[in-house]
């Protein structure tokens, strides 16, 4: 009874970190708007084994690097069930991120100790990067409790040798390179574990190699169907990253799988300070709860990895008002960080008020083009290509939706 109660309050204290004004916090920007694009259209246009474009990997040739549809599949029935509502959708994953310590504290607890269960999975739920990505939708949020599974799975491998264990760590192996193609190197690590713990290895290679298969069963399908080209993209932009590494550089999120064995290794260092030393082990507990509540990566005032003092109901109140001029053969930008064509705007434009802004190109054909930016920012002298291409236009202030910034109607003279 003590076990769940305590478990409980970490699980409650974990989830108000992270819903706390939740709407204010969640950060929906271009990634996360293009990612329920990708997603709507399936619904509502043509279903794809394709999945989301990666518009800053293209290789010398020109060709598009497109991620694994798993992660595109499973934001389809968040769409349905929410009303393509980004809120709610967003607070599935942080919700996910939630399960994923519980998870690592389950794993924890049948591979050593109660005790090093739980200090695992404080340090995991009270990370700073952990709490960042529970704020926002990507890809990559799955890989924590997916490694999390295989590492389980290796466990139960080496204790009872079975060819089922080693196929669902192929599939989740599978599923795992799907979503981050960097994990190919973790996923060579895994099948030298495997056959390291293993005495049957021809058909631990073989059940591996199925699982595996059946992770990325849509991306095959895909190549079988058009001459490899996933195959031959991959491979195009390994020789340009050679020939140029700068091009790819690495970054903590391509590793993000290996922060439940991060906190693992924690959770067994305090464990051996706690038989020590109980008052110290405590006390750094809660000192690293504190530095990572008071970490940049996290606020409970604004959105961290959105324009500054930009939010998400700034975002949806723009939307909200351009929706309600009616317009016409329409466009929307944004002058507030890279992306100037407004992805977030034509997403809640399209599948929350049923308006579809014309397309990435066609700002100069467009009739009315509907611009968010700071209340103090000179359009007239943007050199943007989205303004400079619709010009010669009018312009007017449409509303200002806080002190901060404000939507501008430009129409055509």
Do not use: C
């Not at 799907?178 to 021809?202: C, D, H, N, P």
């Not at 929350?352 to 968010?372: A, D, F, H, K, Q």
């Amino acid at each position: 009874m003590k076990t769940f109660l305590l478990l409980a309050l970490i699980i409650i204290f974990a989830l108000g970190v992270r819903f706390y004004n939740f709407n204010n916090r969640i950060n929906f920007g271009p990634e996360q708007a293009i990612s329920l694009i990708t997603s709507g259209e399936y619904i509502q246009e043509k279903f794809s084994l394709l999945g989301i474009r990666n518009l800053q990997r293209v290789t010398s040739q020109g060709h598009v690097i497109f991620s694994g549809a798993l992660f595109t599949y499973t934001l389809v029935p968040l769409q349905l069930i929410f009303n393509f509502d980004p809120l709610p959708i967003t607070g599935y994953f942080a919700v996910l991120n939630i399960l994923t310590g519980l998870a690592l504290f389950f794993a924890a607890l049948k591979i050593f100790n109660l005790k090093i269960a739980f200090f695992s999975t404080v340090l995991f739920l009270f990370n700073d990067f952990m709490i960042n990505h529970s704020l926002f939708i990507w890809i990559v949020n799955y890989l924590p409790i997916l490694n999390i599974g295989i590492v389980y799975l290796l466990y139960k491998h080496k204790e009872k040798e079975k060819t089922f264990y080693v196929f669902l760590i192929g599939l989740l192996v599978g599923i795992s390179f799907g979503l981050e193609y960097i994990y190919l190197f973790t996923a060579v690590l895994v099948f030298g574990i495997l056959l390291w713990i293993s005495k049957k290895r021809i058909s631990i290679t073989l059940f591996f190699l199925i699982g595996a298969a059946l992770g990325n069963f849509p991306m095959l399908l895909f190549d079988f169907k058009h001459d490899y080209y996933h195959l031959r993209v991959l491979w195009q932009y390994f020789l340009d990253t050679i020939g140029n590494p700068v091009q790819s550089l690495i970054s903590y999120y391509h590793f993000l799988h290996f922060w439940p064995l991060f906190a693992l290794f924690g959770g067994l260092v305090i464990s051996f300070i706690y038989k020590k030393n109980k008052f110290l082990a405590l006390f750094l507990i809660a000192l690293y709860i504190s530095l990572n509540l008071i970490s940049p990566r996290i606020s409970f005032n604004e959105a961290i990895g959105m324009s500054k003092d930009l939010k998400y109901p700034t975002v949806e109140a723009t939307a909200k008002v351009i929706a309600g001029d009616k317009p016409e053969k329409f466009n929307v930008a944004a002058l507030l960080d890279f992306d100037s064509r407004a992805h977030p705007l034509r997403y809640l434009l399209k599948y929350r008020y049923g308006l579809n802004p014309m397309g990435i190109e066609e700002y100069p054909e467009s009739e009315t083009l509907y611009v968010l930016t700071k209340s103090d920012y000179d359009i007239i002298a943007s050199k943007t290509w989205e303004i400079d291409s619709f010009r010669p236009f009018s312009l007017d202030i449409l509303k200002a939706i806080d002190k901060q910034y404000t939507v501008y109607k430009l129409t055509k003279p």
